[in-house]
C-alpha cells in the first residue's frame, strides 16, 4: 500500500464518503486533529481542531461525510486515502435499527415489543467486526440510546483483558483510543485465549453472562428499547459455529450481520429460517480491515493486559504485593479427573470433567500467570461468579512460600477466590 511517511506535520484533504487508513508506527504515537469539515473514527466524532494522540501501532480510519482537513504529526506504518467504503451499507443499518429502538420505546414497557434489536456481528477473523460492533454501539449512543455491549471474543475483546467475556452499557460514543470506560463491566473469567481448550467451559459462561445481562434488561426500560451489540469471535467453522449458534440462542439475537463470508451467511441463514423474527443479514467487509497473524493477534493480547496495569499511555501504577501461599485460594476450571482412578471399574480411564473446580497448590508453574479475583463468596459459586479484576504473578518464593504480584492497587483483593486458567503475560514482551 503506502509508504511510511516521515515525521513532519501533513495535511490531507478528504472528500466527502472518503476515510484516511492510519497503521500508527510501532515506536510512537501519531498525533492527529480535524482543521475543518467533521469527521469520526469508527463512528465516534472527532473533535474540532483538538490535536489527539494515537497510540502506536494502533490501526484506525478518519472517515468523513461531508468532507474534512486533517493534520497529522507523527510517523504512520501506512496512511492512504480510500473512497470506496461500505459505511453507507453500515449506516443504513444502523438506521433501521434506530427504528426499531424507537418503535420499542413506544410499546408497552412490560411487553415483547419494547424489546429493542439484539444485534450479533459474526464472520471469520479479520472481518471488522469489533469495528462494526463499536461503530453501531457509538451511533446509538450519540442519539441518546443506551446499548448493552456484550464481547464474546475472549482472543481479541475490547471490553477488558483477552481470556474473558464481557458486557456493559454504553452511555457515550466509544473513544478510538480508550475504549469503553472500564468502570464497571460485567465480567466472565474463560481463562484461555483459545475457545478450545475447554468449549463446555465457554458454554456455560455465556449462559452466565447472558442471564444476569438478561435481568438487567428487564428491569430497565431504557436499556432493554436501546438493546443490544454482541461482537463474537472468528471461529466460524465446526465447533466455533456451533458456538455461534449457541450464542444467537441464548441471548435471543434477532438480527444476524455476517461480515466477509458468504458459506457463514447462507448457513447461518438457512439454519434460522425456521426460527421467526430473526434477520440474517450480508455486510460488506471493509477494504481498510488489516489482516494480523497470529503472532500479532498474540502480541496484542499482551498489549491488552499490559494496558490493564499499567494504563495505554503508562498512566497507571500498579502495586507490588507479596502474599503467602496459604493466603491465596487458588481455582482451577476443569481438566482434572472427575472421579480418583481407585473408584472407577478396572481398565476405565476417568473423564475429564470440563466444569469441575480444582484446588491448585502454589508452585512454579503459576510464574507470569494472569489470575482473575472472584467475586464468589463459596468456591463452589465460582463458576457462576463475575470477576472484580485480575492479577499478574510476577515472583514464586518457594523457599519463603511467598507469592509477589501485580494488582492494580494496594490493599486487600475485593474477592477471596482466585481462578487460573493458561493466561499468561510476559512483561517485557
Ligand atoms: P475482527 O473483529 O473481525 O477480527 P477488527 O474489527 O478488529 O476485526 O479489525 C481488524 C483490524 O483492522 C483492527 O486493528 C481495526 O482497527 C482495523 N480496521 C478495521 N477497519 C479499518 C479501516 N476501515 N481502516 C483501517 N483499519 C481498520
Known sequence: TAAAAASTVRQVELEKECELRIEVGPNSPLRLRLVSGTAEVFGTEIPPEIWVTYPPRLKFAVFTWYGAKIEMDGI??????????????????????????????????????????????????????????????????????????????????SITIPGCIAATPVEMPIDPVEGVPMDMPLVYFYGHATPSVNV?????????????????????????????????????????YELLLQAIDTFNANVV???????????????????????????????????RTAKVRQKSRGYKIREYFYGLLNDLSPHSNVANFSDLNIYRIGGGPQAPRSALPIGAEPAADPTRLVSVNVSTDLLHSVLAVSFAKEPDQIISSNVAGFIYITDIDMQRRTVTYLAPSAGELPGKYLIVGTLTWLENN
Not at 450481520?257 to 423474527?277: A, H, I, T, Y
Open 76 to 157: 504512520t506504518e501506512t496512511e492512504y486515502t480510500a473512497d470506496e467504503t461500505p459505511m453507507i451499507s453500515y449506516v443504513n443499518v444502523h438506521a433501521v435499527l434506530e427504528a426499531r429502538r424507537s418503535r420499542a420505546k413506544a410499546s408497552p414497557p412490560d411487553s415483547d415489543m419494547a424489546q429493542g434489536p439484539r444485534v450479533i456481528v459474526v464472520g471469520p477473523t479479520d472481518s471488522g467486526k469489533s469495528t462494526l460492533t463499536k461503530m453501531l454501539l457509538s451511533w446509538a449512543a450519540k442519539q441518546g440510546w443506551k446499548p448493552t455491549y456484550v464481547d464474546l471474543d475472549i482472543g481479541q475483546g
Open 257 to 291: 450481520f455476517v461480515l466477509g463470508q458468504e458459506k457463514l451467511w447462507s448457513m447461518l441463514r438457512d439454519v434460522l429460517k425456521n426460527k421467526p423474527g430473526v434477520d440474517v443479514v450480508k455486510l460488506q467487509k471493509s477494504g481498510g480491515v488489516v489482516n
Open 200 to 240: 463446555e467451559l465457554y458454554k456455560v459462561l455465556v449462559t452466565e453472562l447472558a442471564q444476569v445481562v438478561e435481568k438487567q434488561l428487564a428491569g430497565n426500560a431504557e436499556s432493554r428499547a436501546s438493546g443490544m451489540v454482541i461482537n463474537t469471535m472468528g471461529w466460524v467453522e465446526g465447533v466455533g
